[in-house]
């Protein structure tokens, strides 16, 4: 029984599409299930100790990468995911390599990664002539005369479409992050995240192991970013890369629980919540409060850090697993 | 050729200039984590409380520029008293990491507030000032006057440190926390005292930016980063490598500006700082 019920909440999200729901509301649903994979993605290297405040530049390469390839020379944003996705691991091995080979751990690890998104970010404003610079990008439309799919271009005017291509994506991130779970690399970086010296004392090779999860890590994630230029159909460099989206999902993924599978896409449910439900429950006065949703999930995380610091997800399966527990008394 | 050297000198003096600034604006931070072994990642959001303060009591409310920017400066110290203890104090016996991203909480959340009080518009003072002129080159005068103020409050910070009795307990509880109480140095107060030090002081970045600089919500974001770093070259904690990283990266990115544009400094520096991580991983100045 307990083993059917995630199947069966998969196939009840698999129909959202055909239950006539709006096209805003099938927005919101791809947008959470877009931002679960990217946050899970973040979460595969951040539950196991490398804490990056860098992944913006992983989005950002993807982002740009298969945007800048087709505007440019019209290659189809299928093989601008590959050069991303090339591109990307290479960055995360050049940042990596480094790092860990000379235990940069910690605050350390956590500012040299800030200092790479941030180095994206600047890549992309400088290069202004040949990416639009702050103004942001748009890729050329496939979709003249009226047709409203272009495989080639990956680029779909049905929502629908969108929906199942987010869905199978966010699954497969949910597959490699239980992969990665049932795996020796799992108990491994665990070992290292507690006494690396020690982990390294009984055989376990700590740069390779480390640098294994951050290029899976870093590859998803770009590959999330090509997902998302092509969805939105618009990138700039503010909301693709640098410190702002990188400290996003951090957070996304704390507020969620950063150590159990769904808590990162719990995470995004409950940012994006937050914000509609402002909206929905501000009503007409939404427009005055420009930044409330903001404000209190900046407060939020405080308290969460400090109160909840497994997430909301991995406190409400402790609770449920302690419910029945008979209490014994110490005497 | 002549012409072409006298710029680039101009650069190398701009660069010093803003190097007094930076070093500034990395020492409060460094201050703190070499105390409390706390990096405060809002750190910019509150140097953007107190130019939005000083904007406030000078154009608003019509009070003397001196006496805003007096009060700018109390008001980010008590700040920082507050983060201190409402927000750090319960998680500073949790791990380091949990300790750098409520700061983070508290980074949105003022940059929310920042929002909602002044709307996402840019501001400014409104103050005008005759750049000052020596030779061909030209200086902007809020960046000496910035430069020189930075220099004071860097040497006042050293004399307090090294003259005063708070300042040496400080600097006790810095070495070792777990023998300075007994001691009878109270660690808590301390801790307090030193935030309260570390606000001020981004307090007085706060006066120096928002006579150069238009106030806008996210302004923050635009300098925080490059705060960090400074403070993470120098070695994190160590006030003297601070100094030194500031000149350095405000020369990367003054000189760098000069030669490309002006955002390929900043990749220039931030490039910089990448490889001197790999080549010094406990900062340029840090011990082993």
Sequence with gaps: ?331 | MDVFDIFLLEAVLNGILLGGLLALLSLGLNLIFGVIDVVWICYAELIMIGMYAVYMLHVQLGWPLLAAMAAGVGIVAVLGALLHQFIIRPVLAAEPINQLLVTGGVLFFLQAAATLAFGIEFRNLGVRMAPVAIGEMSFSAPRIIAFAVAVAGVAATYLFLTRTYVGTAIRAISQDRQIMPLMGADPDRLFVITSAIGGALAGLAACLLVLQYDIHPAIGLSFGPITFLICVLGGLGNLVGGLVAAFIFAQFISVGGFFFHIEWGYVLAFVFFIAVMFWRPQGILGGK
Aim: aromatic share 12%; net charge neutral; charged share 10%.
């Design chain 1, 1 to 331: 029984m307990a083993r059917a019920l995630p199947w069966a909440g998969l196939v009840l999200l698999a129909l959202v599409p055909l239950s006539g729901i709006g096209n805003y509301p099938l927005h919101l649903v791809i947008s959470c299930l877009l931002w679960a994979y990217v946050y899970t993605s973040w979460s595969i290297m951040g539950r196991l100790g490398l804490v990056s405040f860098g992944h913006g530049a992983f989005l950002g390469i993807g982002a740009y990468a298969a945007v800048m390839l087709w505007n440019h020379w019209g290659v189809s944003p299928w093989l601008g995911a590959v050069a991303a996705i090339a591109v990307s691991a290479l960055v995360a091995l050049a940042i990596g390599f480094p790092c860990f080979r000379f235990k940069i751990v910690g605050h350390y690890f956590a500012l040299v990664t800030l200092a790479l998104s941030e180095v994206t970010r600047l890549v992309i404003v400088a290069l202004r002539d040949q990416t639009g610079g702050s103004l942001g990008a748009t890729p050329n439309t496939a979709l003249a005369q009226g047709n409203t799919w272009s495989l080639g271009a990956l680029q779909f005017s049905e929502k629908v479409v969108w929906f199942y291509i987010i869905l199978v994506v966010w699954l497969g991130g949910l597959w490699v992050w239980a992969r990665i779970d049932r795996s020796m690399t799992r108990l491994a970086l665990e070992a290292i995240s507690q006494e690396e010296d020690a982990a390294a004392s009984v055989g376990i090779n700590v740069t390779k192991t480390k640098l294994f999860v951050t290029v899976v890590s870093a590859v998803m994630t770009s590959l999330g970013g090509v997902l998302y230029a092509q969805y939105q159909l618009y990138i700039n460099p503010e909301t693709v890369s640098g410190i702002g989206i990188s400290l996003q999902m951090v957070f996304g993924v704390i507020a969620g629980g950063m150590y159990v599978m769904l808590g990162p896409t719990v995470g995004a449910v409950f940012t994006l919540l937050l914000a509609e439900g402002l909206r929905l429950a501000l009503g007409e006065h939404f427009k005055q409060f420009p930044a409330l949703d903001l404000a209190i999930y900046g407060l939020l995380l405080v308290l969460f850090i400090i109160y909840l610091p497994k997430g909301i997800l991995g406190a409400a399966l402790d609770a449920w697993k302690n419910r029945d527990v008979p209490q014994f008394s110490e005497k």
